[in-house]
Structure formats: C-alpha cells, structure tokens
C-alpha cells in the first residue's frame, strides 16, 4: 500500500497570505495525484487531479505541483471560503487508492 | 447535471450487515471508462477508499476490508450497491459514493454524494 503523509496537520495562515500545503508519498506516484477541499459537514471537492490541473471551476488562485513522491498545494491569496480540510489522493497503484491524513487550513 | 445520492440505515448492530445504496444521475455506468467508488470517513478522521466498480463489471476492493464487502451495479437503475458485512463500533463512519469519469481526470473522484451516516451500536 502506498502511504501518503501530509504536512502540517494543522496550518494557520492570514487572509490574504498564501498557504502552501504539503504531500508526500511512500513511493513514487508519477503525476497520479489529486487534491480535495472538505469543509464541515460536506462532501470531498475535487481541486487539482494529475498533479497540477485545476478541476472544472476550481479557481485560479489554487495551483499544484510535484511529481514522483513530493508534491504541493498552494493557495496564493487565502478567500475567508478556502480554509478547510485539504486531502491529497493517490490513483497511480490503481485501484488500490489512498488518502493522506489530511491538512487543515484555519485562520490565523 | 450530474449527481449521487447514498441511502441506507442510519444505524447498525455489531455483528450485522449493512447494505448501502448509491443512486446516480447525469451519466451512464455502462459507458466505457465509468466507474463508481464508495469512500468513507469516521468522524474527524480522514478518508478512506473501500470499493470500485466500473462500466465493464470490475470490481475492487480495499485489500483490508476486502473479505468483508461486496459491490454490484444495476446499470438499468442507476444504482451502486455496497455490503459491508460483521459491523463493529469501529465501521461508524460517513460512507460516501463518488464517480470517477473518463476523462482526464481518471483516477480522481469529480463528484460526490452528500454522505450518509452510519453508526454501529447495539
């Protein structure tokens, strides 16, 4: 199974600043990688899938990048709507899929 | 527009088995490169992947969970249907279904259900 860890579990950034969210996997997931916002109560949100290429309507402001087994999330200008929960999910040993622990976003 | 819908009880015995329905809408899981997963999450605590199935009739399974579930498709309701057999406390999660496309996002889930909550206890 491939564990996927992420980094800080907890992260306190300003509105306004940029965040950059962390996901590192236990071995290399090529660009198979997806990035989720979960806010309380609601379902998963996918944001970024194969690594760095926003999903329909997800805005500009939130990129991704990295491959192999390093790979990042970042926030540019933090929107008081963006501080969530963030998953990142690997599909590269499909289907045997995995999640990290997640990343929560609050305000500072 | 497409959407996902999980049903099932809101509450489960130790020892019983729960079945959970996934009812979708806006696409076709007998298009070629479809695929309907259920995905789940104990309060507070992080997802996890449990099951896939996909337009051809394949079907996946966590490889710890895997003795426990099974997943079937009636392509002809638009439904997804998941058991998890031998409930414990631990099985207390939201069970969400999600679709992966196919598209080029495959492998990722692009829209999910609203969850629905289980809790095992007698």
């Known amino acids: 199974e491939i564990v996927m860890t992420q980094s800080p579990a907890t992260l306190s950034v300003s509105p306004g600043e940029r965040a950059t969210l962390s996901c590192r996997a236990s071995q290399s997931v090529s660009s198979n990688l997806a990035w989720y916002q979960q806010k309380p109560g609601q379902a998963p949100r996918l944001l970024i899938y194969?690594?760095?290429t926003r999903a329909t309507g997800i805005p500009a402001r939130f990129s991704g990048s990295g491959s192999g087994t390093e790979f990042t999330l970042t926030i540019s200008s933090l929107q008081s709507e963006d501080f969530a929960v963030y998953y990142c999910?690997?599909?590269?040993?499909?289907?045997?899929?995995?999640f990290g622990q997640g990343t929560r976003l609050e305000i500072k | 527009q497409v959407t996902l819908r999980e049903s099932g009880p809101a509450l489960v015995k130790p020892t019983q088995t729960l079945t959970l329905t996934c009812t979708f809408s806006?696409?076709?899981?007998?298009?070629?490169?479809?695929?309907v997963s259920w995905v789940r999450q104990p309060p507070g605590k992080a997802l996890e992947w449990l099951a896939l199935?996909?337009?051809?009739?394949?079907?996946y399974y966590s490889t710890s969970l895997k003795t426990r579930l099974t997943i079937s498709k009636d392509t002809s309701k638009n439904q997804v249907v998941l058991t998890m057999t031998n409930m414990d406390p631990v099985d207390t999660a939201t069970y969400y279904c999600a679709r992966i496309s196919n598209s080029g996002s495959y492998g990722a889930f692009d829209i999910w259900g609203q969850g629905t909550m289980v809790t095992v206890s007698s």
């Open positions: 199935i996909d337009w051809d009739d394949d079907k």
């Open positions: 806006g696409f076709s899981l007998s298009t070629s490169g479809m695929c």
């Open positions: 999910q690997q599909y590269n040993n499909w289907p045997q899929i995995t």
């Open positions: 194969g690594a760095s």
